[in-house]
């Protein structure tokens, strides 16, 4: 479970290019038989998108890459060059901790690394729950689906001082709900434009960008619902909006 949202996964095959990925419909396929074997009711839940990346595993003479650890290694190159390799990202702060201890070792320093005992900062202000807190002011709502409101917005284009919707997004997930930003994104980059932090035409050419990456990942989950959906949002951009148009 991943806030609103369910995450299942995941594959694990060999890629040819990885600066190519494309994740094809089959992989969701699997997906969703693997997990419906484990989830009641899984394979009848509208699917929203899928989404992949590259997972540098270390060599191995396993064939089947199930069985490849998931672990990671560091790799002394001398001359004050290091490596770290493989992990996932449920490791990666204990293999920044690791690297750390073996710099401080190589110039024989006694201090651990604290990695594990601080928190991330602003914690605090990402968190979305207790859902109390997020009901207790639901004015200019931007986004239906994930409870984003236009005073979040606005906060953090005044606290980060961001020109990127995308920025937005990973701070409150504005676009990651069943519309995939088809309804708010655009009211996102109306705000940034009444706050003049943005122009009218850099609105539209990140509108346009924000949109096909969403597609990317909508594009090998294209039936059902969320078919429907998609299909509503084409015809509000390329029909109401004319967005097919040359600028």
């Not at 590259?54 to 060059?81: C, T, Y």
């Not at 702060?93 to 110039?107: G, N, Q, W």
């Not at 807190?133 to 931007?142: A, C, D, F, P, W």
């Not at 606290?159 to 994104?185: E, K, S, W, Y």
């Amino acid at each position: 479970p991943n806030e609103a949202v369910c995450l299942a996964g995941t594959t694990a095959l060999p890629i040819d290019d990885p600066d190519n990925l494309i994740t094809e419909s089959s992989e969701v396929d699997t997906m969703i038989s693997e997990a419906g074997k484990m989830i009641p009711h899984f394979n009848n839940t509208r699917i929203i998108r899928a989404f992949s990346g590259v997972r540098p595993l270390l060599k191995s003479k396993k064939a089947d890459s199930h069985e490849i650890s998931r672990g990671f290694q560091i790799i002394n190159h001398k001359n004050g060059m290091y490596s770290i390799v493989g992990g996932k990202l449920s490791t990666f702060r204990l293999m920044a901790e690791k690297m750390v201890d073996t710099i401080m070792a190589s110039f024989n320093l006694k201090k651990p690394c604290e990695t594990a005992e601080i928190p991330l900062e602003g914690q605090e202000e990402l968190s979305g729950y207790p859902l109390a807190k997020r009901l207790s002011n639901m004015k200019g709502i931007v986004c239906e689906c994930e409870l984003v409101t236009r005073q979040e917005v606005e906060r953090i284009i005044k606290q980060t001082a961001t020109r990127n919707v995308g920025d937005i997004q990973h701070r409150t997930r504005l676009g990651m709900g069943p519309c995939q930003g088809g309804f708010c994104t655009f009211r996102a980059l109306g705000i940034m434009n009444d706050m003049s932090v943005i122009s009218p035409e850099q609105s539209m050419k990140m509108l346009r960008g924000f949109l096909q990456r969403r597609y990317k990942g909508i594009r090998p989950a294209l039936w059902g619902d969320q078919l429907r959906e998609e299909q509503l949002v084409e015809y509000i951009y390329l029909g109401i909006l004319a967005m097919e148009k040359p600028e």
